[in-house]
Structure formats: C-alpha cells, structure tokens
C-alpha cells in the first residue's frame, strides 16, 4: 500500500553493523538518515511508498562509519539530495564534496522538514544524533551511543517517535565470540548502548512525550530482538509509562509508523 499523503511517516528500512538507513516522508517529499543500503535496494523501498529516487531531497548523514554511509557513493551518482553532515564526518569521509554542514544547534529546512543535530557519544569525528520536526511531530534519532550523556537525555525530549539504539545483551556480549578489545569497545563509554541502557533511554523519552519506540542497531551476535522488546517493554510497564514499541530488523525494513 502506497503511503504518499500529508503527515509524517517513518521506516526503519535496515538497521545494525550490516547497514542502517531510516526513511522519513511527507507527502511527495522525504530524507534519508544514513545511507547503509545499495542503491536498488532504496529505489524499491521508496517505490513501495508510491515514490522514487527524485522525491528524496536529503541524505543526513550521523557519522563516517561504513554501515552508515556505505550506499552513498553510488547513490550520489543517480539522485541529487543534499547530503548533510557534521564537519568532522564529512572530513572523514575522504574526496566528499558539497555536502553542508550541520553543526550542533543549527537547523537546516529541507522541504516540510526541519532538521537539526545534537552530540553523541561514539568513536567517530564528530558524530550526532538527528532531530526532524515535521508536520507538528518530532523524531529523534541516535543509535550509536557510547553513554547515556546530558545532551542526549536532553534531545529526546519532547519527541513523538524516539529511534534509540538496544545493541547488545551484556551477557550475550560477555560469552560471546568476540576479542576481548573489541568486547571493551563495545561496551565502553564510546561504543553502543545495551538493551537496559536502552530501555532507560526509552522510558526517559516516553516520559516526556514519546508514544512511538523504534529499538534500533541490534547486534546480530550479541542480542536477540526478542530480549531487546522485552527488556523495554518490562522497563515501560515498571515505569507506567505507555508507548508502542518495535524492534527494527536487522538487514530488512522494519514496522512504518504514521503520524
């Protein structure tokens, strides 16, 4: 069913160390958060969706690493969005040119949408979290997250749909087969967010508006979708707080959400 009406809506259309990308459109115009898909893979989503590669008028780009920036090369040869990142991920990003900078507290509106930025903790050049305002709703985003840092408790509030990130299972992690360095990064104050730091993140933007919960960049090896919906969902319940919550898939779309 083709979705191309006023509103807002959202689509987790991959999410984890494989690719992630998040589709966001109103009517006949839409933006990207991070481009971790092929190209073809893009126009088939947005085909789905009763639009195409014309209709896309920004790629927001959160950081330099290749899970999240890896379509973008070949999607720049046959679609002309802007591409919008932080200074320090567009240095990192070797050879790019004309994209605009989008530093912490400066909007940038692009269609319906305006888009804005906040600092995350992660081991990358200046990674950020993505506001979206649109349509009278907001989306907050940020699913590479080392801590649970003031800024970004800050930004999820007021948020109608929160993407945050439930990584990994400590214990899963702990056993599983990774080299100790690489569990250290993992579970570090610039790696990823466990599914109980998660869960706190969750509940903290629910508390303060949040009715739509994407759990986001699930590690294939250290989690399961199952333990991360249930660790939110239990922390929801304690808390009294109510908010639909959905685990986006790795590798495949996820649930849409209207608003």
Same mark, same amino acid.
């Not at 990142?85 to 400066?106: F, H, I, P, V």
């Given at each position: 069913m083709t979705r191309?009406?006023?509103?807002?809506?959202?689509?987790? @259309? %991959?999410?984890?160390?494989?690719?992630?990308?998040?589709?966001?459109?109103?009517?006949?115009?839409?933006?990207?958060?991070?481009? #971790? =898909?092929?190209?073809?893979? @893009?126009? #088939?989503?947005? %085909? $789905?969706?009763?639009?195409?590669?014309?209709?896309?008028? $920004?790629v927001v780009l959160t950081h330099e690493h290749s899970d999240h920036v890896g379509g973008l090369p070949v999607l720049r040869k046959h679609c002309a969005a802007r591409?919008?990142?932080?200074?320090?991920?567009?240095?990192? @990003?070797? *050879?790019?040119? #004309?994209?605009?900078?989008?530093?912490?507290?400066?909007?940038?509106? +692009? #269609?319906?949408f305006a888009i804005s930025s906040f600092p995350i903790p992660h081991d990358a050049?200046?990674?950020?979290?993505i506001i979206v305002d649109?349509?009278?709703?907001? =989306? =907050?985003?940020?699913t590479d997250v080392g801590h649970l840092a003031t800024d970004v408790?800050?930004?999820?509030? *007021? $948020?109608?749909? $929160?993407?945050?990130?439930s990584n990994h299972d400590p214990e899963m992690l702990h056993h599983g087969p990774y080299p100790k360095f690489l569990k250290d990064r993992i579970s570090g104050p610039l790696g990823h967010l466990s599914n109980d730091e998660g869960a706190e993140l969750a509940i903290h933007a629910?508390?303060?508006?949040?009715?739509?919960? +994407?759990?986001?960049?699930? &590690?294939? &090896?250290?989690?399961l979708p199952q333990l991360a919906h249930a660790s939110t969902s239990i922390a929801l319940k304690r808390s009294g707080r109510n908010a639909h919550v959905t685990v986006a898939p790795r590798g495949q779309p996820g649930e849409r959400i209207d608003l």
């Open positions: 191309t009406d006023e509103g807002l809506h959202l689509w987790p @259309l %991959a999410s984890g160390s494989n690719g992630n990308a998040v589709l966001l459109w109103s009517g006949k115009s839409a933006i990207l958060i991070d481009d #971790g =898909v092929s190209t073809r893979r @893009l126009s #088939g989503h947005l %085909a $789905a969706v009763g639009l195409s590669l014309a209709n896309l008028e $920004a591409i919008i990142a932080s200074r320090g991920t567009a240095e990192s @990003l070797r *050879g790019m040119k #004309g994209y605009e900078a989008l530093a912490n507290g400066k909007t940038h509106e +692009v #269609g319906p050049e200046e990674p950020m979290g649109c349509c009278g709703k907001r =989306v =907050v985003s940020a408790l800050e930004a999820f509030r *007021g $948020a109608d749909i $929160a993407v945050v990130e629910a508390a303060h508006g949040a009715k739509s919960l +994407v759990l986001a960049h699930l &590690s294939e &090896s250290n989690n």
